[in-house]
């Protein structure tokens, strides 16, 4: 890094890539990812999460039999028998995070850690930025590049399969028997 110097479109001059950092522009779409890896090992500097929004949705995702996850806006009780055929869970989901990342230098990102609290790690519906979904245990307030949203499950329903057994003999239907209500006074 010692002497790299590129092209800032914001300055109209060219500056040293140490220099990126104290920019009020950082990180600025012209940084490949090579340079921003190489400041993040010589500068100091990490990523860390801003803020975590959070919004309500209603959404339900399906775990296909072949490891594939289905968004599906509605309920189960609406869901139509070729997609209920293909399944194997269901996983309900009421919310919805999304990350706001900055970077920061890696002393500052220490001190604002000492007093925030974590929700913890959780099973959650993650939405990556090229719009695929997986499923992971991860903890929301980790910052994590790569993710759009996440959608922590709230209740996740298993497919159950029931023995029945079915006599193929026919069945007829016997007549009820009525017998007479017991009076109250008699024992």
């Not at 775990?63 to 055929?85: I, R």
């Not at 245990?137 to 029931?162: A, G, M, N, Q």
């Not at 239907?173 to 008699?186: L, M």
Request: aromatic letters at 6%; charged letters at 30%; proline letters at 6%.
């Amino acid at each position: 890094m010692k002497g790299e110097f590129l092209w800032c479109p914001w300055h109209q001059k060219s500056k040293a890539l140490g220099a990126c950092p104290k920019c009020s522009r950082f990180p600025c779409p012209d940084l490949s990812s090579v340079q921003i890896q190489t400041l993040e090992r010589v500068s100091g500097i990490i990523l860390e999460l801003a803020s975590l929004s959070r919004r309500k949705v209603s959404n339900m995702f399906f775990l296909k039999q072949d490891d594939t996850l289905l968004l599906y806006a509605g309920n189960l009780e609406d869901m139509p028998s070729e997609v209920a055929g293909k399944t194997s869970e269901a996983l309900e989901v009421v919310c919805c995070y999304e990350q706001k990342l900055v970077w920061v230098k890696a002393g500052a990102e220490e001190k604002r850690r000492k007093g925030a609290k974590s929700p913890g790690t959780t099973l959650s519906v993650v939405e990556t930025r090229d719009g695929a979904h997986n499923l992971h245990e991860l903890d929301p307030s980790e910052p994590c590049e790569s993710i759009s949203k996440i959608y922590p499950v709230k209740t996740r329903f298993v497919r159950r399969y029931v023995p029945v057994r079915i006599e193929i003999s026919e069945v007829v239907p016997s007549e009820k028997v009525r017998r007479p209500r017991k009076s109250k006074g008699s024992t």
